[in-house]
């Protein structure tokens, strides 16, 4: 038997594993096909990829409006100033590289009963299977329907490229003694532990450049949802002073005006 390397046994395997793997439906289809991914973040990106090398027989067009990715995952370290902004940047040319199809533009509507998705361009893009990964949307409290308003309460839980420098800015151009008030929704909501690492990376600011401020957060549950004893230690230790923590405190409304959030257990400005 003629002996085989290290590389063509990784090699043998990954292809069989693929193989293995591949969903019935993915294989039969690998001679022709075209699947359209809406969205190009982590959940559009990733099956694009697998797509094409699963089965490059497959056509994948990938609809994205933004000429780059930005990360929300490690968002939080960029408002104490330890990363700069495009550290959460990720160019889509590895998908093009592997023969995706990127289309910049946003689908504006669906018709899945002759399988076209409508771009906001105005061109029609025929598929198979569609892929629907266009992240999250928000629930926006009493006072906050309105765009101008949003505006002024940047949340930064995505479209990081706008929302994050918009944050970060009023936070640097907070005065000492200042207050932050930050909300934490019911669950489930979009990465549960985000708002407690924001927390905890927005007092490590404070205690450095504005040692007279603090912040509040309102959180509408009953407990810290997320590693909990982690985060009580934070709070309670590590930025003991700077951390005022309130729990079953959810928003009841929002004056963006006075930037004033509203809760059954009081008024926070
Ligand atoms: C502060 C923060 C920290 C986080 N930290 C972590 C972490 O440490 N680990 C972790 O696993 N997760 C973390 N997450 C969660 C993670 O970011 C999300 O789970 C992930 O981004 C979800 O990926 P997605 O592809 O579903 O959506 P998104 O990443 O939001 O991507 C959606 C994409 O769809 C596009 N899109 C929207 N509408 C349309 C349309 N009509 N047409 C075409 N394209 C459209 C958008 O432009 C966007 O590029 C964090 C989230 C936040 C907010």
Redesign the pocket.
């Known amino acids: 038997m003629n002996p085989i390397s290290r590389r063509d046994f990784v090699k043998a395997a990954g292809i069989s594993a693929s193989v293995v793997f591949l969903p019935a439906s993915l294989r039969a289809q690998s001679a022709a096909g075209r699947v359209v991914v809406?969205?190009?973040?982590?959940?559009?990106?990733?099956t694009a990829k697998y797509l094409r090398l699963w089965s490059p027989g497959v056509q994948v067009s990938l609809?994205?409006?933004?000429a780059t990715?930005h990360?929300?995952?490690?968002?939080?370290l960029y408002y104490p100033g330890s990363i700069p902004l495009d550290f959460l940047e990720t160019p889509y040319d590895g998908l093009v590289r592997r023969g995706v199809d990127l289309v910049r533009?946003?689908?504006?509507a669906v018709d899945t009963g002759s399988h076209i998705v409508t771009?906001?361009g105005g061109r029609q893009l025929p598929y198979d299977k569609l892929v629907v990964?266009?992240?999250?949307d928000f629930v926006f409290p009493p006072g906050l329907e309105d765009p101008a308003a949003q505006a002024r309460v940047p949340h930064?839980?995505?479209?990081?490229v706008e929302q994050a420098p918009r944050l970060r800015s009023m936070l640097r151009a907070m005065p000492d003694g200042g207050t932050f008030v930050l909300t934490v929704p019911p669950l489930p909501y979009?990465?549960p532990?985000?708002?407690y690492?924001?927390t905890c990376m927005v007092a490590s600011y404070l205690r450095r450049s504005k040692p007279r401020s603090r912040v509040i957060v309102l959180d509408a549950n009953p407990d810290i949802v997320a590693k909990r004893d982690i985060f009580h230690h934070a709070f309670e230790v590590t930025h003991r002073g700077y951390v005022e923590y309130h729990p079953n405190a959810p928003v009841t409304s929002v004056d963006a005006d006075t930037l004033t959030v509203s809760t059954p257990i009081g008024s926070f400005r």
């Open positions: 809406i969205g190009g973040g982590f959940g559009g990106g990733t609809v994205e409006p933004n990715y990360s929300c995952v490690m968002s939080n533009d946003s689908v504006v771009l906001r990964a266009p992240g999250i930064a839980w995505k479209a990081i979009r990465c532990p985000g708002p690492e924001r």
